[in-house]
């Protein structure tokens, strides 16, 4: 079976604070394509970052790091600096013949 | 358009009526998916579309679900006989090639409420 992993129901944490998100993942392929996806209030759903998993620089977008560990399945979001506006539900995906295969979320907030 | 757009936003259904669901893909996308997602979850894959073609539709949950996208544009996710169980926000996204590893871009969702 293929599936995502999201320990972390839910994580608060003051603004100008950083933040990790974990996420870890069954696959059976060799190669794959890893995603985090931000969920706002407003239902949108906005890529945040990916990563191809037979890359082993970890991926950067601004102040969203990914820390991916391939052997041991696990692929986890830094958030730097954060502000209000990073509140959302976060989900982690694969990518499997065309279908993302979701984690059922993590739902961040941040504090002022 | 800018974006990937639904309509409608909301739609409350009597349980047993039909509801159509409207897509409306970044254009020149030429990949187009559907999820279901319930409260409180992920999304769960419903179907694929390759332009016209459905090249997947392995995720539709039961016959009552039907979708189509004929002019390789606009699709529309079709319900009938809508049940509580299908209560759910769904997604639309596009993505612009045929590489299974595009990213896919969503939609705001439909929130379909049956009662």
């Known amino acids: 079976a293929q599936t995502v992993t999201q320990s972390q129901p839910e994580m608060s944490v003051q603004e100008a604070e950083t933040v990790t998100l974990s996420c870890t993942y069954d696959?059976?392929?060799?190669?794959?394509?890893l995603f985090w996806y931000k969920q706002p209030p407003s239902r949108q759903m906005i890529l945040v970052i990916r990563q191809e998993a037979y890359k082993q620089q970890n991926a950067t977008e601004n102040r969203f790091s990914v820390n991916f560990q391939k052997a041991a399945k696990s692929f986890s979001l830094k958030i730097s600096d954060s502000q209000l506006g990073d509140t959302a539900m976060y989900f982690c995906?694969?990518?499997?013949?065309?279908?993302?295969?979701w984690g059922a979320g993590t739902k961040l907030i941040i504090k002022p | 358009g800018a974006g990937v757009s639904q309509s409608p936003r909301y739609k409350v259904a009597k349980r047993g009526q039909d509801v159509a669901l409207r897509c409306d893909p970044i254009?020149?996308?030429?990949?187009l998916f559907w999820y279901q997602q319930a409260l409180g979850q992920g999304p769960e894959f419903l179907t694929y579309?390759?332009?016209?073609?459905?090249?997947?539709k392995s995720g539709l949950p039961s016959d009552r679900f039907f979708a189509e996208r004929p002019e390789g544009s606009v699709s529309t996710l079709k319900i009938q006989r809508t049940q509580q169980e299908d209560s759910a926000v769904y997604l639309c996204?596009?993505?612009?090639?045929?590489?299974?590893?595009?990213?896919?871009?969503f939609g705001p969702g439909t929130r379909l409420t049956v009662l």
């Open positions: 996204a596009s993505s612009f090639g045929v590489r299974s590893t595009d990213t896919q871009y």
């Open positions: 254009s020149g996308h030429v990949s």
């Open positions: 579309f390759q332009n016209e073609a459905q090249l997947d």
């Open positions: 995906a694969f990518i499997r013949n065309y279908q993302l295969i």
């Open positions: 696959t059976s392929e060799s190669n794959y394509y």
